[in-house]
């Protein structure tokens, strides 16, 4: 039985049973109750049906301080790949070889041992490709980090603006593909496992990249459980991301799975365009990624004013065109308007596809067009 204990300064000394772990939906995203209540509980999450206990293999495992310390060289700021609400994130050695990511709670910071716990808990669950793994954490005294396996393309964010003069520019295919693995890490959230799971905070800050750009989702401690029997939302207090916040939730806190297509709806539209969701940089009127946009979504005939000037024009029209209108329908202002996103992952599915086997034949078109060109200079 693997428990960590979570040292509150007000509250006594926190037991969480990644064992026993069971979700509650009122008021705490996860039920973080002492081990003896926890003790014996029959309930956990449901992953296509089952009941899903912690990874095969084990899931995260306890790390003591040293350990990270000496993984990161004692935290040398030149191992530091990221900052975030949470803290600093280092990329570190472990004493098994493994490359990680090491994410240091600020103790000062905005996010505390509530979305650390949840954190833990929800990342020693799940288990999909478009998921980050959580190797594991540390809680030695008030210090807590969480040991990631290591992105090495870090996040989407990274690749969409200010880019370095020598980093080339995502391609329409690159984005297409990014599209379809966070739909599906969003899937398996919302459809494979039960309650499903609302993420809260999906952004391109959270979508982080393998070697050959599969995404992976990060950062769980905002998820919360979804509404269960006959409730349609979770009340909650307001949390997530300025320009990504969906309507409804942003009004009146009730969150529901819709908001989350919202917020894919925002990154989607930040992959097409190329500009941050909120950018306060720009000019009024151009800072809010979705108020910008809103009048070209609605015309196919403006729909190249969306278009990011850095894919200097290679993409299918037919497939901008394809992936606009499913924007538009994740961004409704009418949360049950907006689309299931089993139905998101089937439309980038294809659209990823035509995408892909457009760019196969211009391939092909060029090495003929090259052969002839060849052919006739001899
Ligand atoms: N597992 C990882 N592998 C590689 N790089 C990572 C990993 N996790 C985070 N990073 C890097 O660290 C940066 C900061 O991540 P972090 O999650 O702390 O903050 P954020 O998501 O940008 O913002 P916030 O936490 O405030 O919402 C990321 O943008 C990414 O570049
Ligand atoms: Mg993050």
Known sequence: MKCFSCLNTRTNDMHINIDTLSYVTDRSSVDTRSESSGRGSKSGILVDGKVNSPKPGGGARSFTFNELAAATKNFREVNMIGKGGFGCVYKGRLY??????????????????????????????????????????????????????????????????????????????????????????????????????????????????????????????????????????????????????????????????????????????????????????????????????????????KFGHLVDPLLRGRFPRKCLNYAIAITEMCLHEEANQRPKIGDVVVAFEYIAAQSKSHESRRAARRSTDSDRSRGESY
């Open 96 to 301: 098994s070889g493994q490359v990680v990511a090491i994410k240091q709670l600020n103790p000062d910071g905005h996010q505390g041992n509530q979305e650390f716990i949840v954190e833990v808990l929800m990342l020693s669950v799940f288990n999909h490709p478009n998921l980050v793994t959580l190797i594991g954490y540390c809680t030695s005294g008030a210090q807590r980090l969480l040991v990631y396996e290591y992105m090495p393309m870090g996040s989407l964010e990274d690749h969409l603006y200010d880019l370095e003069p020598d980093q080339n520019p995502l391609s329409w295919n690159t984005r297409m593909k990014i599209a379809v693995g966070a739909a599906r890490g969003i899937e398996y959230l919302h459809c494979k496992i039960s309650p499903s799971v609302i993420y809260r905070d999906l952004k391109s800050a959270n979508i982080l990249l393998d070697r050959d750009f599969s995404p992976k989702l990060s950062d769980f401690g905002l998820a919360k459980v979804g509404p269960v029997g006959n409730r349609t939302h979770v009340s909650t207090r307001i949390m997530g991301t300025y320009g990504y916040c969906a309507p409804e939730y942003a009004n009146s806190g009730k969150l529901t799975i819709k908001s989350d297509i919202y917020c894919f709806g925002v990154v989607l539209l930040e992959l097409i365009s190329g500009r941050k969701a909120m950018d306060l940089s720009r000019e009024n009127g151009e800072r809010y990624l979705v108020g910008w946009a809103r009048p070209y979504l609605k015309d196919p005939s």
